[in-house]
């Protein structure tokens, strides 16, 4: 079962920021948090992951709090074609652990 | 950007029929796995293969479920024989040896009549 915890939907303004919020209390010392998309029925998509400390790449921003037990995703500028299924998972890195998904977030950019 | 291709895109065969989807992971990549999203539900776990071998497997992946990598460029999921059930997409993915990503392909939809 998945070991995060995340509001099933929620609603965002075009070009406002997407702040998209997960619980992972559970967390062991060695699992990251991995953020993917699922657009309509298109296969996962790789957003971010990160340790412990803040990350940035082109598509988002992951920040992760002090006792590692939630994270946010940030959208800076959403966009429609960013309405999508977000899923936050941890996930050990080693080896080849599978990922483990949720329900996620439905998020809905809006015009 | 290197991608997971998978085909058939889409496929449609008779209760009993068995059925082989296929993938050809990303070039050099070591860690696959199938994954399967019965529409509406959530993605889950069905493989993960290493080393020519199977590393792990979920519930689901009984023995009507098999997968091999035969050429080593492709790796295949076989359903031996389809239940209705078994209606679903189903998602190759692959991981490099020393990559965090796990990078997915735009999935087979199979439907069972």
């Known amino acids: 079962d998945a070991k995060t915890t995340q509001p099933p939907s929620m609603d965002c303004a075009e070009g406002r920021a997407a702040n998209l919020p997960c619980n992972h209390s559970?967390?062991?010392?060695?699992?990251?948090v991995y953020w993917y998309r699922q657009i309509h029925s298109q296969g996962p998509q790789y957003i971010i992951h990160?340790?412990?400390n803040n990350e940035t790449n082109e598509m988002a921003s992951l920040i992760i709090t002090e006792d590692r037990k939630s994270s946010t995703l940030i959208l800076p500028h959403a966009t429609l074609r960013d309405t999508a299924v977000y899923y936050c998972?941890?996930?050990?890195?080693?080896?080849?652990?599978?990922?483990?998904f949720g329900k996620g977030t439905r998020l809905s950019v809006i015009a | 950007e290197p991608e997971v291709t998978q085909t058939p895109s889409h496929q449609v065969t008779q209760m009993g029929q068995e059925v082989i989807l296929r993938c050809v992971p990303i070039?050099?990549?070591?860690?696959f796995y199938w994954y399967r999203q019965i529409l509406g539900q959530k993605v889950e776990f069905l493989v993960s293969?290493?080393?020519?071998?199977?590393?792990?497997k979920s519930e689901i992946f009984d023995d009507q479920f098999s997968v091999e990598r035969p050429d080593g460029s492709n790796f295949t999921l076989k359903i031996r024989s389809t239940k209705l059930e078994d209606s679903a997409m189903y998602f190759c993915?692959?991981?490099?040896?020393?990559?965090?990503?796990?990078?997915f392909g735009e999935g087979s939809w199979l439907t069972v009549v």
């Open positions: 559970t967390i062991s010392g060695n699992e990251y």
């Open positions: 998972i941890v996930r050990v890195h080693s080896g080849n652990t599978p990922l483990v």
């Open positions: 293969f290493y080393n020519n071998e199977i590393s792990e």
């Open positions: 990160g340790l412990k």
């Open positions: 993915a692959s991981k490099g040896d020393s990559g965090h990503t796990i990078y």
């Open positions: 070039s050099n990549h070591l860690y």
